[in-house]
């Protein structure tokens, strides 16, 4: 077995592992943008395991640490470790634990709540955060590019219930130019419904959600030495299933995507196939 199929066999058995090995939670869905915050002086802390596989392999874990400033503003800081640069087309992937080289700071306020019946709520938050590249190098054609600092913006708004979940994002990147070389900006958008059964709602034991996740990024060209990249922009579109449970002060979610739209060059971008993503979280 090549080492590229070893990593994503890996990543599949741990992902079917998770519900009965571990004792943790998650408050969001996995792959798309959402609202919730920490409680005011609460911490989280994430552990999450990402994949991208295709004509290529891209694998590598990031920790985050997040602390509710109040119960409408959260900020975070996260580190990668990077096991596996992926040669295909620039992505955030997981949106919070985004996945790639960068160190990044992130902050989401939630500035508008309206209360729409019991445990029901419309919100929408604004998110902000600064990306430094990290020592680690990129893969594929952004291998020994030189980036400077980026920065992103983006808003996402929807309804949560204790039985219904919806919320739609959209957030777009860009990096400062360093000695000619830029990296692609990147136009993530998203979609999430995330359903409750009533037999799943419970105070003891694990507390599940089921989620449907639609991604997209739209991703402007490299530049290199002061030139455009010809062809090295590009457009993807993923759809797949997560989960998320939930287990007093701890949390554990995954899923699992795959391209229902893809517009990227073949010569310069192998074609991507799956993603996966698994997450642990700590609340304090």
């Known amino acids: 077995m090549t080492?590229?199929?070893?990593?994503?066999?890996?990543?599949?058995?741990?992902?079917?592992?998770?519900?009965?090995l571990i004792q943790a939670s998650g408050h969001g869905p996995v792959f798309g943008w959402a609202t919730p915050t920490n409680p005011r002086g609460g911490f989280s802390l994430d552990a999450s395991l990402m994949g991208r596989d295709g004509d290529g392999a891209g694998t590598m874990f990031r920790a985050t640490l997040g602390y509710g400033v109040t119960e409408n503003l959260k900020v975070s800081i996260s580190a990668p470790l990077v096991f596996q640069a992926e040669p295909f087309s620039s992505?955030?992937?997981?949106?919070?634990?985004?996945?790639?080289?960068?160190?990044?700071?992130?902050?989401?306020?939630?500035?508008?709540?309206?209360?729409?019946?019991?445990?029901?709520?419309?919100?929408?938050a604004a998110i902000g955060g600064l990306l430094v590249p990290g020592p680690q190098d990129a893969g594929g054609d952004l291998k020994g590019l030189h980036s400077g600092p980026g920065a992103l913006a983006g808003i996402v708004t929807g309804v949560a219930s204790r039985s219904h979940y919806a919320w739609g994002g959209v957030s777009y990147q860009r990096y400062a130019e360093s000695k000619g070389d830029r990296r692609p900006d990147i136009l993530f958008?998203?979609?999430?419904?995330?359903?409750?059964?009533?037999?799943?709602?419970?105070?003891?034991?694990?507390?599940?959600?089921?989620?449907?996740?639609?991604?997209?990024?739209?991703?402007?060209?490299?530049?290199?030495?002061?030139?455009?990249?010809?062809?090295?922009?590009?457009h993807q579109m993923f759809i797949g299933p997560t989960t998320l449970g939930v287990y007093k002060n701890y949390a554990v979610s995954a899923g699992i995507q795959f391209p229902v739209y893809q517009d990227v060059s073949p010569a310069i971008y192998p074609r991507e196939r799956v993603r996966i993503a698994i997450n642990f979280s700590y609340f304090f």
């Open 3 to 20: 080492n590229r199929k070893f990593q994503l066999v890996l990543l599949g058995a741990a992902m079917l592992a998770v519900p009965q």
């Open 91 to 124: 992505a955030r992937v997981a949106p919070f634990t985004p996945m790639g080289g960068d160190f990044e700071g992130l902050g989401i306020w939630r500035f508008h709540r309206q209360d729409t019946g019991v445990g029901s709520r419309f919100e929408t």
């Open 189 to 234: 958008y998203s979609a999430v419904y995330g359903y409750r059964p009533p037999s799943w709602r419970t105070d003891r034991g694990w507390d599940w959600r089921i989620f449907g996740e639609f991604t997209g990024e739209k991703t402007g060209t490299i530049q290199q030495s002061g030139l455009t990249l010809p062809g090295s922009a590009g």
